[in-house]
């Protein structure tokens, strides 16, 4: 029996301005991209994690962001970066979610991904973090 060959790695880079409508812009792109790459299963978890993450750094910050896709090894990685490199605030114990109007999103994103974190970034000047989950493919 032939051995089936691992997807090969991929990535996307979407830069986004600081406007409230960007979100659902790299919602619908990351769904176009899973499409694209047949891992529409994941499309539902990613686009509510990409959704969390892309809308806390437009949301909290002053500046531009972006939203990274990435495939490798059967791993989804889903981040955004933005320019302030403030850390973000702890997620909210998931039984705090149903009574809280704020801070439920990385509350959201530890429940739903498998892993996930953040990182101060500084690079050629610029400052800011990237916050990222990883989903797992069954």
Do not use: F
Not at 89 to 95: H, R, S
């Amino acid at each position: 029996m032939p051995e089936t060959e691992a997807p090969a790695p991929w990535e996307y880079t979407l830069y986004i301005p600081h406007d409230p409508r960007a979100v659902t812009v790299c919602r619908r792109t990351l769904r176009l991209i899973l499409t694209m790459h047949g891992l529409i299963r994941l499309a539902d978890t990613a686009e509510l994690l990409a959704t969390e993450l892309v809308a806390n750094a437009v949301l909290h910050t002053k500046g531009p962001a972006a939203l990274r896709v990435r495939w490798s090894a059967g791993v989804l990685r889903i981040g955004a970066w933005d320019a302030d490199p403030a850390p973000p605030d702890p997620p909210a114990p998931v039984e705090s979610l149903a009574e809280a109007e704020r801070g439920r999103g990385l509350a959201l994103v530890r429940a739903c991904a498998d892993l996930w974190g953040w990182q101060p970034l500084a690079r050629e000047g610029n400052r800011g973090k990237y916050v990222w989950c990883d989903l797992v493919a069954a």
